[in-house]
């Protein structure tokens, strides 16, 4: 008959449970305190990287976007805050800021010919042409953090994809699936015909009036109903492409 452990052996056994438990949790802490110090290290090295290369970073987009990479591998966010050590040196905050403003002025005067929609790559076009005596690059990726930023405001910035466009909101419009589907359609040549929602999505037409009725409330769509063939054209300033590209009038 098999013997069943002994109260000494009980204990010995939880004895051992704890010895393990203990060795451990003390393998756990020296590696976390290891990891700390190496963190520590890499971010003195980062802080004297950013005062060698100051000027490549605040001159040149594609330096800058490499450094923001290499800050958020370490947790630093040079952007968090116009105080401190990162806007002393590099003043990025105060770059990101001066972008943002400027963003929110180029939104709120181009929202009555969009509707509040508008595409991420004419949106840093027209803010590198209102910064054309600044010396800095802006790239779509500046663009990006900038408006990142805006977030904390509550003002309804916000950045999607529409097909191969990249869209900047900016009113608190919600777009469901629906509408983005006909934003996609409009991608080709600037506008789409109730037909031609109905044909490519399998839809009736009243889901399509109603989608598109929608668009219209929020001021997303321009009526064209000048056309020879006499089809109502539903345009979408955000996502319209050149006359060149568009089909002719």
């Known amino acids: 008959m098999k013997r069943r452990p002994g109260?000494?052996?009980?204990?010995?056994?939880?004895?051992?449970?704890?010895?393990?438990?203990?060795?451990?949790?003390?393998?756990?802490?020296?590696?976390?305190?290891?990891?700390?110090?190496?963190?520590?290290?890499?971010?003195?090295?980062?802080?004297?990287?950013?005062?060698k290369h100051k000027h490549d970073i605040k001159k040149n987009p594609a330096f800058r976007a490499q450094f923001h990479e290499m800050c958020s591998k370490v947790g630093v966010d040079p952007l968090a805050s116009n105080k401190g050590f990162w806007a002393e040196l590099l003043g990025i905050g105060d770059f990101y800021y001066e972008i943002g403003v400027q963003i929110v002025e180029i939104c709120l005067a181009t929202r009555s010919h969009n509707g509040g929609l508008i595409d991420l790559n004419e949106l840093c076009s027209m803010l590198s042409k209102k910064r054309r005596t600044s010396r800095e690059t802006i790239t779509s990726d500046d663009c990006l953090k900038a408006i990142d930023k805006l977030k904390v405001l509550g003002s309804g910035f916000e950045v999607f994809t529409v097909g191969k466009k990249k869209l900047v909101r900016s009113v608190p419009t919600e777009l469901n699936k629906d509408h983005n589907q006909?934003?996609?359609?409009?991608?080709?040549?600037?506008?789409?015909?109730?037909?031609?929602?109905?044909?490519?999505?399998?839809?009736?037409?009243?889901?399509?009036?109603?989608?598109?009725?929608?668009?219209?409330?929020?001021?997303?769509?321009?009526?064209?109903?000048?056309?020879?063939?006499?089809?109502?054209?539903?345009?979408?300033?955000?996502?319209?492409?050149?006359?060149?590209?568009?089909?002719?009038?």
Request: a negative charge; hydrophobic letters at 40%.
């Open 7 to 51: 109260i000494s052996g009980l204990h010995s056994a939880a004895a051992a449970r704890d010895q393990y438990r203990s060795v451990g949790e003390n393998v756990a802490r020296i590696r976390t305190d290891l990891l700390k110090e190496q963190l520590a290290t890499f971010r003195t090295q980062l802080e004297e990287f950013a005062r």
């Open 182 to 249: 006909i934003l996609e359609l409009a991608e080709v040549r600037g506008f789409v015909l109730v037909e031609d929602v109905e044909r490519a999505l399998s839809w009736h037409p009243g889901r399509v009036i109603d989608a598109l009725e929608t668009l219209m409330k929020e001021g997303l769509v321009m009526i064209d109903d000048g056309h020879p063939d006499r089809k109502r054209r539903y345009w979408f300033p955000c996502v319209s492409l050149s006359s060149s590209n568009a089909e002719e009038l």
